[in-house]
């Protein structure tokens, strides 16, 4: 069983649509939470970093934890094509050196 | 736009040459990191250097060579390389290396072994 899970996608949404994209985990000492956006033969740009249980807004997005459940999640609404990427959640243990745990990847298609 | 820049963004290099990977952050980040990422899947970390001193080193193939002159600066050598090393390697940089901190990506560079 991998450390975090996310579901691959493809995911294809109209334009306007709310989007949630979700990763579990599966070790409690994960404590730091990230997503990042990464397009096409270009690096990972980071969105969202949360530490601690509950939502965290950011303009149209908004990143949720819920460590009780070990599942994180981050929400797009009024989704554009722009947004079309692969987004990848990715933690950090409690008192590790900064080393990324990442899930696999969900590749977003929003459509016109 | 990223602050961590990364040259060049293509390489092309033959199993027998020698060639350098270079990154420059101006964010005043003490620690740095090289990555690489193969089509379809998620980065992987090869190197992490703290305050200029390499800290993992993730059981790189020594064909794979980390330095770092200064603390803005990284560099990747490389030499005697595989067909399958060819991936997307990534340079990222953070406030330090105590964990919790934020991770910045560059853009990468584009590496292709022939």
């Known amino acids: 069983q991998k450390e975090v899970e996310q579901d691959p996608g493809p995911l294809s949404v109209p334009e306007g649509a709310i989007v949630s994209l979700n990763c579990t985990y599966s070790n409690s000492a994960f404590q730091y939470f990230m997503w990042y956006r990464q397009y096409s033969r270009k690096g990972p740009e980071l969105l969202m970093y949360t530490y601690s249980s509950g939502n965290k807004e950011d303009g149209r997005f908004t990143a949720q934890v819920d460590k009780s459940s070990k599942y994180i999640s981050l929400f797009i609404r009024d989704s554009q094509p722009s947004d079309s990427a692969t987004y990848l959640c990715a933690m950090i243990y409690t008192g590790t050196a900064s080393k990324l745990t990442f899930g696999t990847g969900t590749r977003l298609q929003v459509t016109l | 736009d990223t602050e961590v820049t990364q040259t060049p963004k293509h390489l092309v290099m033959g199993m027998t040459n020698k060639k350098s990977l270079k990154c420059e952050q101006h964010?005043?980040?003490?620690?740095m990191y090289w990555y690489k990422q193969k089509a379809k899947k998620p980065p992987e970390l090869m190197f992490v250097y703290s305050y200029e001193k390499l800290s993992i080193n993730e059981s790189v193939p020594s064909r794979f060579s980390p330095e770092c002159p200064n603390s803005s600066l990284l560099n990747l050598h490389l030499h005697a390389l595989q067909p399958e090393d060819s991936a997307l390697y990534l340079c990222a940089s953070s406030q330090d290396n105590s964990g919790g901190n934020t991770i910045y990506f560059g853009e990468g560079s584009w590496l292709t072994v022939v």
């Open positions: 964010m005043g980040h003490r620690a």
